[in-house]
């Protein structure tokens, strides 16, 4: 069993910051990609950003340059650091592992998600 627990999303103004982390934890061997989702009303959930085990970053270009994700082998997290902060990045936020656990192949597993709100 994998527990994916995302904590840090809040109410914040136009032009502020946030940090959201993510941690993984139960039966894991090793972790692989991981990534943060968001989803606004409305709209499908997409991409935001993702960083592979060996520290290669992706993100969606609506974020590039303001949003930075990095992550700690050792403690099984993820965070996305969220400067310059837009109405448009009002959405739940999720997290999502990749988790390979003793004998069987790598699973996805999400987060329950965190609110982030960009309201003035």
């Known amino acids: 069993q994998v527990q994916v627990v995302e904590s840090g999303g809040g109410l914040v103004q136009p032009g502020g910051s946030l940090r959201l982390s993510c941690g993984a934890s139960?039966?894991?061997?090793?972790?692989?990609?991981m990534g943060w989702y968001r989803q606004a009303p409305g709209n499908q959930r997409e991409s935001v950003a993702r960083i592979t085990t060996l520290g290669s970053t992706t993100y969606a270009d609506s974020v590039k340059g303001r949003f930075t994700i990095s992550r700690d082998n050792a403690k099984n997290t993820v965070d996305l650091q969220m400067n310059s902060l837009k109405f448009e990045d009002t959405a739940v936020y999720f997290c999502k592992v990749v988790v390979w656990t003793m004998g069987g192949p790598p699973s996805e597993y999400w987060g329950q998600g965190t609110q982030v709100t960009v309201s003035s």
């Open positions: 139960g039966s894991i061997l090793s972790l692989g990609a």
